[in-house]
């Protein structure tokens, strides 16, 4: 069975410091891929970074970052610099087969000024 | 913006009646997802379509049905509603059906439903 934990509930941090969200996913899959949302405040789903089992290696988006570690069955999330905007619930997901996605429970970030 | 179109954004009804839920997908796309977003079962996978044919489900109740049009749009028809459908329902998209492919799977705005 796929499984997608997000152990971190809530972070608050002030701007301008760097926050990392943990996931750690459970799959006995060779070929999945791994994915990160962005749920602001307004609800919709905001697309980041999908990154699939033969890719490990880690990737930079201005002030995201993505650590993929096969050994630990991790795929954490860093925030450079955090700002007030950065303030959402982050979802990890995992996507195998028919690409339905398994998603965490999510973590809520609130970046205060 | 995504580019997946979804309506109404908020829909309010009673318990025992019946809606319909409609997505757009991005242009080119082929797929089409069903999600459900509830506070007590988070994000859940309800059923995918590709080109109008049913290719995978989810938890999706027996009371909920979708399906896929040949303009590739798709309705999630929801009936005999309880205050536990109250949730947020996604629709999402993407190009292909498998996830070997690659597809990146975009989700649009979300339907609020309120169930009173």
């Known amino acids: 069975a796929q499984k997608v934990t997000q152990a971190q509930t809530e972070i608050s941090v002030v701007e301008k410091e760097d926050v990392t969200l943990d996931c750690v996913y459970e799959?006995?899959?060779?070929?999945?891929?791994l994915f990160w949302y962005k749920q602001p405040p307004s609800g919709e789903l905001v697309f980041l970074i999908r990154r699939n089992s033969f890719d490990e290696q880690n990737e930079i988006s201005g002030r995201y970052s993505w650590n993929f570690q096969k050994s630990t069955s991790s795929f954490n999330f860093t925030i450079t610099a955090s700002q007030v905007v950065d303030s959402a619930v982050y979802f990890c997901?995992?996507?195998?087969?028919?690409?339905?996605?398994?998603f965490g429970t999510g973590t809520r970030l609130l970046v205060s000024p | 913006d995504s580019g997946v179109t979804q309506t109404p954004k908020h829909l309010i009804t009673a318990t025992g009646q019946r809606v319909t839920l409609r997505c757009s997908p991005r242009s080119g796309d082929l797929s089409v997802y069903w999600y459900q977003q509830s506070l007590d079962q988070g994000l859940q996978f309800l059923i995918q379509?590709?080109?109008?044919?049913?290719?995978a489900k989810g938890n999706i109740l027996e009371r909920f049905s979708a399906q896929q049009f040949p303009d590739l749009h798709s309705e999630l028809n929801l009936s005999s509603l309880e205050l536990g459908d109250s949730a947020l329902y996604f629709c999402?998209?993407?190009?292909?059906?498998?996830?070997?492919?690659?597809?990146?799977?975009?989700f649009g705005e979300g339907s609020w439903l309120t169930v009173v």
């Open positions: 999402a998209s993407s190009v292909g059906s498998l996830i070997s492919s690659g597809n990146t799977i975009y």
């Open positions: 799959t006995r899959d060779t070929t999945y891929y």
């Open positions: 997901a995992l996507g195998t087969g028919f690409q339905k996605l398994v």
């Open positions: 379509y590709y080109n109008g044919e049913e290719r």
